[in-house]
């Protein structure tokens, strides 16, 4: 599953609650602050004041801040030394086959990915979960604010605070901490539906169906990818793949074939929605060809869709009807003639016959040359055809490392013929040496 780098940069709130650089926090002082607060709403005079609870709601924001040193996911290095400072340590490591760079500080550490702060670990909290204390505060301060008075400050520290679990709960998942992102992005949510907001996160229900399948909480993450559904944001149709995977590791495929189905029609070039639906007739011996209903059907609608021809090759292809197959891609390239993934298909149907032909030769007795040379013939008359459909797709997409591999090896099988395929070869080979 990807890093929530994209979610970060569309929904983070920006909530620096002062300019204070990290070498003018005191933690000794903080500390102190909150014992003041925890004697304030024990307090039976104070405690009864929704100012009390707003004070001590404000002070947990600014303690989460002050706690990764006024730190922001995507800041640059030397706008770190400025804000942070100069880390105690730094050294490289690896983590999930990724080289970061680890900045060392006191309580803290940071890890940046290509020049930006992707993630942090705080190793010397003054408390715990200074969120969860905020929203606490928050809550019983509305519950005490009978009149409203303090709507427009609770709204806007509100807000302060989602924007600070969805950094924490991105955060958490890019340290692989599932359980605690789902409980981050959960209190997103439960802050956005309260009535003094009353905002929809859309998104946040995705990555909170996300975090908590990752974490193992397969019930727990329907709900939310229903209600992610039902709200829109599909994630280019993400969404159907992982809850039918859901339901699947719960026992109950059966139930989540709906998701399935309906996904196919709105995402058909989602590989894994189509290959689940393969999976799942295959698994119940059933026709998989049943899914041509379903394309069929939404060509009916679509007729110039392209993605749903290419869908139709993509399963014509799976089952091993090459002709089928190379029909709908055809197609699919005649609807839309930058359709790089048609091109490379039909490209890769034809090398992959040519391979099946080099096997099959290299099966024939020495003594039978004839067979054998036939069944060369063969093969470099697949590649041949391959070659066409390669270099259109190369051409779409000159940036597919799949595409120049695949002419590289195309021309090295024909670089004797001819000085123009030996140059190709050549061309083809620095080109992938480049990538």
Known sequence: MKRLTILISMLFVAVMVTAQTSKEINFDQYAKKVEKSNAEIQDPKKNTKDATWIKRGELMIDLFDAQILRAY????????????????QQEKVEV???????????????????GQLERWEVTKPVIDKPLDLALESFLKAIEIDTKGKSTKKLQENLVKLKGLYVNEGSNQYTLKDYKGAFESFKKVIEIGTLPILNQKDTAIYYYA????????????SIP???KSIELGFTNDGAVYFNIFDAYKNLNKGDEGLKYLEEGFIKYPKNTNVLFSLISYYIDKQEDPTKILVYIDKAIETEPNNSSLYFAKGTLYDRLGDGENALEAYKKAIEIDPNFFDAYYNIGALYFNKGVKYIEEANKVPARE???????????????????PYMEQAYKVN????????????????FRNESQEMLDKYNEFNEKAKQM
Not at 73 to 88: A, E, Q, R, S
Not at 96 to 104: E, I, R, S, T
Not at 401 to 410: F, G, Q, R, T
């Open 96 to 114: 999930d086959g990724v080289q970061l760079d680890k900045y060392v500080m006191e309580r803290v550490n940071f890890y940046f990915n290509n």
């Open 369 to 387: 040359l004839d067979k054998y040379d036939a069944l060369m013939e063969k093969a470099n008359a697949e590649f041949k055809n391959s070659m």
């Open 398 to 413: 000159p940036n597919s490392k799949e595409a120049v591999e695949a002419l590289k090896n195309i021309y090295f099988r």
């Open 224 to 226: 939310y990818y229903q």
């Open 73 to 88: 996911v995507g800041m640059d290095p030397n706008t770190f030394m400025l804000v942070v400072g100069k880390p105690i």
């Open 209 to 220: 169906g996300l975090s908590a399948q990752l974490a193992g909480l397969l019930e727990e």
